[in-house]
């Protein structure tokens, strides 16, 4: 059992709430039972280290069997550990760590996609997380991150995505006008989600979600600058009826995506 919180080891851990830690080893930090029953399930071969604190392991035992169906050795370590390694305050228990695993562009339109989410300087992590569980849950064949957005393997995300990081293709450090050229070559309209934009409910009523898509979200403060719309196909804004002065863009994108889910399979 790994008991002391300043070893090499456990900093070494901790490290990789760290962008720079990141992109020098390839790995990334998992934390908590959601997300690390959801790699055990769906992409085992890329957890590097499991740790866990003896009581969560026998409260989690589907955990514990799932590791061991993969041949990964759970390494138990104090509480006082598992707090230094976690980017959290309250760690539940888990933590793993991971290989990153980004999908090529290439190989994301290759597929013949008919949903994507791109997101063009979507700062926030927890929208940037959220918004990949919403294309998940809505059936979407892929997220793309800008090389203007957020690390897909910043911790913040990760926890936003409750899993969903490891059910879909995502590309990372994209531009978008090779996102724009590679959408538009398979078949792919762009619509722009912006608050400047046609009204959604009209875009629906007129068959527009019928097509494949992929859709463009923009900064949370900023939205998406002129240039960027301009390579889009159309803009489509979420209405407003009640007396909100704006609408969170994780929940914006969620509505959008599921628009064209809806529409896809009407």
Same mark, same amino acid.
């Given at each position: 059992?790994?008991?002391?919180?300043?070893? /090499?080891?456990?900093?070494?851990?901790?490290?990789? %709430?760290?962008? /720079?830690?990141?992109?020098?080893?390839?790995?990334?930090?998992? !934390?908590?039972?959601?997300?690390?029953?959801?790699?055990?399930?769906?992409?085992?071969?890329?957890?590097?280290?499991?740790?866990?604190?003896?009581?969560?392991l026998e409260r989690y035992d589907d955990i514990a069997?799932?590791?061991?169906?993969?041949?990964?050795?759970?390494?138990?370590?104090?509480?006082?550990?598992?707090?230094?390694?976690?980017?959290?305050?309250?760690?539940?228990? +888990?933590?793993?760590?991971?290989?990153?695993?980004?999908?090529?562009?290439?190989?994301? +339109?290759?597929?013949?996609?008919?949903?994507?989410?791109?997101? !063009?300087?979507?700062?926030? /992590?927890?929208?940037?997380?959220?918004?990949?569980?919403?294309?998940?849950?809505?059936?979407?064949?892929?997220?793309?991150?800008?090389?203007?957005?957020?690390?897909?393997?910043?911790?913040?995300?990760?926890?936003?995505?409750?899993?969903?990081?490891?059910?879909?293709?995502? %590309?990372?450090?994209?531009?978008?006008?090779?996102?724009?050229?590679?959408?538009?070559? %398979?078949?792919?309209?762009?619509?722009?989600?912006?608050?400047?934009?046609?009204?959604?409910?009209?875009?629906?009523?007129?068959?527009?979600?019928?097509?494949?898509?992929?859709?463009? +979200?923009?900064?949370? %403060?900023?939205?998406?600058?002129?240039?960027?719309?301009?390579?889009?196909?159309?803009?489509?804004?979420? /209405?407003?009826?009640?007396?909100?002065?704006?609408?969170?863009?994780?929940?914006a994108a969620s509505v959008c995506l599921y628009e064209?889910? +809806?529409?896809?399979?009407?």
């Amino acid at each position: 059992m790994l008991e002391n919180p300043r070893s /090499p080891r456990v900093r070494a851990v901790a490290k990789l %709430a760290k962008k /720079p830690a990141r992109v020098d080893s390839g790995l990334f930090l998992l !934390e908590g039972p959601q997300a690390v029953a959801e790699a055990l399930t769906f992409k085992p071969e890329l957890v590097v280290d499991l740790f866990a604190t003896p009581t969560a392991l026998e409260r989690y035992d589907d955990i514990a069997q799932a590791a061991e169906d993969a041949d990964i050795e759970v390494e138990y370590v104090t509480e006082q550990v598992l707090e230094a390694m976690s980017d959290t305050v309250t760690p539940q228990g +888990f933590i793993a760590v991971c290989r990153q695993f980004p999908t090529s562009v290439k190989d994301i +339109f290759a597929s013949e996609p008919r949903l994507i989410a791109i997101l !063009e300087e979507v700062r926030d /992590p927890g929208n940037a997380g959220t918004i990949v569980r919403a294309a998940d849950a809505a059936g979407a064949d892929a997220v793309i991150f800008t090389g203007r957005s957020v690390d897909l393997y910043n911790p913040k995300v990760v926890r936003s995505s409750t899993g969903s990081i490891f059910h879909l293709p995502i %590309a990372v450090d994209v531009e978008f006008e090779d996102v724009r050229d590679r959408a538009r070559a %398979a078949g792919l309209q762009i619509l722009a989600a912006d608050i400047k934009g046609d009204d959604l409910l009209a875009a629906r009523n007129e068959g527009l979600l019928d097509a494949p898509t992929a859709w463009l +979200f923009g900064n949370e %403060a900023r939205g998406l600058p002129d240039d960027k719309l301009a390579l889009a196909d159309r803009a489509v804004s979420v /209405p407003i009826y009640g007396s909100a002065e704006s609408m969170n863009l994780a929940t914006a994108a969620s509505v959008c995506l599921y628009e064209s889910a +809806f529409a896809h399979r009407s």
